[in-house]
């Protein structure tokens, strides 16, 4: 692990990296804004705040417009040059919203009315202040050229500095009011006789999820499966597995229940149409109860198909459900919307713990490592570099606090915080062991979903696809400029001790890397196929699976992270889906924390600085060619967009970040 045992700055724990691994302004006033919008949030819901909850609501929703700008704003600078001033406006605009919010809620006022403790809290606003002062001056000492310059240094420090003041009041103001603003929404719950309402209410300032409108329905929840936040786990079938019995004549019902069409088991396979999602994986966790109440863990299989070629809609549907060696079907009215949620809980687990961190998280960090030791301006240096800013820091924030023990996975998820650990290791691992498998277009054929007649709808593929096919011809296009024989690429002794550091035990520790067993890289086919997956995985892959917490998983009753009644195992026995749902409190952490880890968008796939040309005419022209290809593919996506069910934009361009640095 790249992050393991780095020495920490006293008082925040903050790890002493190297200069360059540590965040820059644009990215901590991108963070400090999405923060900002999440806190009004959290406390619009309370009545506490102002007399009536209509001018609660209206107060904070007010700040939207201008937040969201300074949002875009920070966004559009992501990975250019000589914006000092820029950055000093938007932060100064922001920390006034800020002012202005504390002065007409009068913060303090009401945090210390909430405790009864006045000399108390005056005494925790001396200490945190003091923490402040200390930490930031540490960062700053330590990153003068990212964080501050000489326009930035009077404005931007003391700036961040109030940025986080505030919000810390408002957390705490928030943190002070939590039990009231649940039972405010228990109530509206109860009145309105909706079993949904509580979680519905906890959106104030920030919109719902559009998903929430119609997660139920049978054709939603199968799309997720192709367009969802976890939309890689379809594999196709030549024979039914045994875990599902289902024969013939019940797959007949089934399809003409919900399908509206007759079709056959037999027809089903033959044509490639049957396809299963296996979450066997998930087997390693173990029932976790951090903090509180039981929970249960489940490995479901689901399994689904396309209609037939006379079919009005080609639309993948939901077939069956194995869970506990139970099978429930779409016949089965009164326990297939509880079969349906547990399969997404599972879903949910996969994604945060395999395909997010894992498979994206985990396996980028040796090559960031190995990296490093390159020589400054090394070809393959200067086009990776991009690709890996910011990693080593998110992932640090993850290892100390989110997959911590009684961190956020531990409280959320539905393992036990040790099992969560192992199988997402298991996960990294099964990437780093087997890189040579692991390029996008691979992994497609690996689970056999690359024809697209007989999966037409499939939106992470065809979307995917045109982003890996632009990074591909931009890699080579590269690459070729400076490696203009694969004799040169054999000769480069950096280049191969790269590739050593990448497989050596006491390295990357990755194996079946480069073209012999001993990592050495030969070809420029294989460096560009190689390169590319980095960059893809990097990028393109992890805002697939990042960005979809926002817009579809903190609806918690849609994408519950546990529950918290047993699976059931009678599919004759009636079940409300909603009574294994995690609580409104629980509801609300899930909100935070994935609102926040799926709204930060810092730098733009593409956007290189200036240096990566080197002067070089042909990467120029390579260069402009992918920012071509890349603006073509919006449009195209687009496009596609408006003929399907629900948009599918984690993979446009311009909303994939360079690297992972959420």
């Known amino acids: 692990m790249a992050v393991t045992d780095i020495p920490e700055i006293p008082i925040i724990n903050f790890p002493l990296l190297p200069k360059d691994e540590l965040p820059n302004a644009q990215w901590l006033g991108l963070l400090l804004t999405v923060l900002t919008i999440l806190n009004l949030n959290n406390n619009a819901k309370s009545n506490i705040v102002t007399n009536t909850e209509e001018n609660d609501t209206s107060l904070f929703k007010d700040k939207l417009i201008p937040l969201r700008a300074i949002d875009q704003n920070l966004r559009s600078m992501g990975g250019q040059e000589d914006v000092e001033d820029d950055l000093n406006s938007n932060i100064t605009n ?42 930031f001056t540490k960062i700053i000492k330590k990153n003068n050229k990212q964080i501050t310059s000489k326009s930035t240094k009077s404005v931007t420090k003391k700036s961040f500095r109030e940025i986080i003041k505030y919000n810390a009041k408002l957390l705490q103001l928030a943190e002070e009011n939590i039990q009231v603003n649940n039972q405010d929404a228990v109530n509206k719950h109860q009145n309105n006789n909706h079993p949904l309402a509580g979680y519905d209410q906890q959106f104030k300032v920030i919109p719902k999820p559009k998903i929430a409108n119609n997660f139920q329905e049978d054709l939603v929840f199968a799309y997720m499966q192709v367009a969802g936040s976890n939309p890689v786990m379809l594999n196709q079938i030549k024979e039914l597995d045994l875990r599902l019995q289902i024969d013939s004549e019940k797959y007949q019902a089934i399809a003409n229940a919900i399908m509206g069409v007759p079709d056959s088991l037999a027809a089903a396979i033959a044509e490639g149409r049957l396809y299963l999602s296996d979450y066997d994986l998930l087997k390693i966790l173990e029932n976790g109860s951090y903090p509180k109440a039981q929970k249960y863990a489940a490995a479901p299989i689901g399994l689904f198909a396309v209609p037939p070629a006379h079919s009005s809609s080609f639309n993948l549907v939901p077939i069956a459900i194995s869970c506990q060696q139970s099978v429930f079907t779409p016949l089965e009215t009164g326990t297939w919307m509880t079969a349906k949620n547990v399969l997404q809980m599972a879903d949910s687990n996969y994604h945060e713990l395999v395909s997010h961190l894992g498979r994206t998280h985990l396996v980028i960090e040796p090559f960031i490592v190995a990296t490093n030791h390159l020589p400054n301006n090394h070809v393959v240096k200067n086009l990776l570099k991009p690709h890996l800013e910011g990693t080593v820091l998110i992932n640090y924030g993850a290892h100390k606090f989110l997959i911590a023990p009684k961190g956020a996975v531990d409280s959320l998820l539905v393992g036990t915080i040790e099992s969560d650990q192992k199988l997402a290791i298991k996960a990294a691992q099964s990437y780093l062991l087997n890189f040579n498998q692991i390029a996008f277009p691979d992994t497609l054929n690996s689970r056999g979903v690359t024809d697209t007649k007989q999966l037409p709808i499939y939106p992470y593929r065809d979307d995917g696809t045109l982003i890996w096919n632009a990074i591909y011809k931009w890699v080579f296009a590269y690459l070729s400029a400076y490696y203009t024989s694969d004799a040169v690429i054999v ?172």
Do not use: C
Not at 574 to 583: A, I, K, Q, R, T
């Open 94 to 135: 922001l920390l006034a919203i800020l002012q202005e919010i504390d002065e007409n809620l009068h913060i303090d006022e009401q945090i210390n009315d909430s405790i009864q403790q006045k000399s108390v809290e005056s005494s925790y606003e001396d200490k945190k202040d003091r923490k402040i002062d200390r930490a």
């Open 491 to 662: 000769s480069d002794k950096d280049l191969q001790n790269w590739s050593a550091k990448l497989i050596s035990p006491k390295g990357g520790r990755l194996q079946n890397f480069g073209e012999d067993s001993q990592g050495r890289i030969k070809t420029l086919d294989y460096l560009v196929k190689a390169i590319s997956t980095i960059i893809f995985t990097a990028s393109a892959q992890h805002a697939a699976v990042n960005f979809a917490q926002r817009g579809l998983m903190m609806y918690t009753p849609a994408f519950p992270l546990a529950r918290y009644t047993p699976t059931p195992t009678n599919p004759q026995v009636s079940e409300d889906f909603v009574n294994g749902l995690p609580s409104l409190e629980k509801a609300q952490e899930q909100i935070n924390i994935l609102y926040l880890l799926g709204s930060v968008y810092y730098t733009k796939l593409g956007e290189y600085s200036k240096s990566i040309t080197g002067g070089n005419q042909q990467v120029e022209a390579a260069l402009d060619d992918f920012q071509k290809d890349l603006q073509e593919i919006e449009k195209i996506i687009n496009g596609l967009n408006t003929e399907r069910m629900i948009p599918y934009r984690s993979l446009l361009p311009s909303k994939i970040p360079q690297s992972i640095n959420i």
